[in-house]
């Protein structure tokens, strides 16, 4: 597989669309509303917006530069970068990374089909209790989390083997603005409900007064994991970018959307509930549902089947991206065709994804050390690949990459005026690092 027929983006809109779809998943859903919620409301939202001009931007151009320049997947971008020396290994660790991911993060990708089909079949309806057991019963279960997870393997299998074009950009062009759409709908149903004023008061008003170390930290951390950094996406995407793509406007468009909806995400869950995590997702919002439209059955019942639908497409939109990760590297690598190598990831990726499924629950033989293997693969690669691969990643773009390459990629070969390159590689030689690495050991409670 030679570098000539790889593939690239098509248009302009399509790479931002598919970017981006890599950049927004289920942490702008669960996560984002409600750090804003707790830690200030506009006054986070601002401190996030500062934290992805200082730590986000600079990290997803730094992987635009490896991936476009090398052309190539991942490991192969940042071997070619590296000429050969140890810093190639930081290229294989984002590949691991991604790797890894794919497989668990598939997981609750499915729990996002099974509950479409749930809420069609109408299962969801029961009080609080029978909502909690449900969500219990079948994430212990062994087998249907299994199958959707292998589901979600198959759709994302379909989308990849058709190419960057004729797949991946394809289907974002199609997903991200239905993405928009059903949260707009949902975000005015939403707000329509009594007292959602209070919900979205609590998530927009500024509150000052919270704004403290552990905000900026955690806004740091939000900026760094929200842009899908560490991870080979952004460097794999950009490797299908053309020589006249504008990095830095691309990276604050996908900036932009991804903060968005990240803010709609809010717009759409804090009038009617202010919590988080897959707790949120898969136990509250249904009992609030079924709640705020009892008096409208047939409305709650289309409220969460959209709902569903518009996390099944946001978990799709950022699986497409890690699974591309991986194909690219595997049938470049080993010099295959793109189905034989989509295919190797989706086998053995599902095959984590069983096995990370059925650790939670449904057996107890896939625990080790007091965690779930699910967790450990959530611990291990969040806590300690990521921030290690943006981090060295920072490192060898700043320190180690001839200057005139970065300046090169950075301004289209000198077609861009690229004023604010002096500031980007400032920020990446000595700003970015010890951001990531506060980051890092803001995760392990260091701060308090």
């Not at 950049?23 to 992805?52: C, D, H, K, T």
């Not at 200057?403 to 030689?429: A, H, M, P, S």
């Amino acid at each position: 597989m030679t570098d000539s027929n790889r593939g690239s983006f098509g248009s302009k809109i399509g790479l931002i669309l598919a970017t981006a779809g890599g950049a927004v998943g289920l942490g702008n859903v669960w996560r984002f509303p409600y750090m804003a919620g707790q830690e200030g409301g506009a006054a986070f939202i601002l401190v996030y917006i500062g934290s992805v001009l200082l730590l986000g931007i600079p990290c997803m151009i730094s992987e635009f530069i490896i991936g476009r320049h090398g052309a190539s997947n991942t490991a192969r971008a940042y071997t070619k970068l590296s000429n050969g020396t140890a810093w190639k290994w930081v290229g294989y660790l984002e590949v691991l990374t991604g790797f890894l991911i794919t497989g668990y993060y598939a997981v609750v990708s499915g729990w996002c089909l099974q509950y479409v089909y749930a809420s069609i079949m109408g299962e969801l309806h029961g009080d609080p209790t029978f909502v909690a057991n449900y969500f219990k019963e079948f994430s212990s279960d062994p087998v249907r989390p299994v199958m959707w997870t292998v589901a979600i393997f198959l759709i994302c299998h379909f989308v990849i083997i058709h190419g960057v074009r004729g797949g991946i950009e394809k289907a974002s062009k199609v997903m991200m603005p239905l993405l928009f759409i059903l949260l707009l709908i949902i975000v005015v149903a939403a707000c329509l409900l009594p007292d959602a004023g209070k919900g979205v008061e609590f998530l927009l008003k500024p509150d000052f007064g919270k704004v403290d170390r552990n905000v900026f930290l955690n806004a740091l951390g939000q900026s760094f994991y929200s842009m899908s950094i560490g991870m080979g996406c952004i460097c794999t995407y950009a490797s299908y970018f053309s020589r006249q793509t504008n990095l830095f406007k691309s990276a604050l468009q996908i900036s932009i959307i991804d903060l968005l909806v990240a803010v709609l995400a809010g717009l759409m869950i804090f009038p009617v509930s202010p919590d988080s995590g897959p707790s949120l997702i898969f136990i509250t919002l249904p009992n609030v549902f079924n709640h705020a439209f009892a008096s409208l059955p047939v409305l709650g019942w289309i409220i969460s089947l959209l709902f569903y639908v518009l996390l099944s497409v946001a978990a799709l939109t950022s699986l497409m991206s890690l699974h591309e990760v991986n194909t690219s590297f595997f049938y470049e690598e080993l010099k295959i065709d793109r189905k034989k190598g989509a295919t190797i990831v989706t086998v053995s990726c599902a095959i984590i994804g069983a096995f990370c499924s059925l650790s939670l629950g449904a057996t107890d033989k896939l625990s080790f050390f007091g965690k779930a293997l699910f967790d450990w693969f959530d611990f291990v690669t969040g806590q300690i690949f990521l921030p290690l691969g943006g981090f060295l990643t920072c490192l060898f773009l700043g320190w180690y990459v001839p200057k005139q390459i970065v300046q090169d990629e950075f301004t289209n070969w000198g077609t861009l005026k690229g004023r604010l390159f002096g500031i980007y590689l400032f920020l990446i030689k000595f700003v970015c690092p010890v951001l990531i690495f506060l980051v890092f050991l803001n995760q392990f409670g260091v701060f308090g």
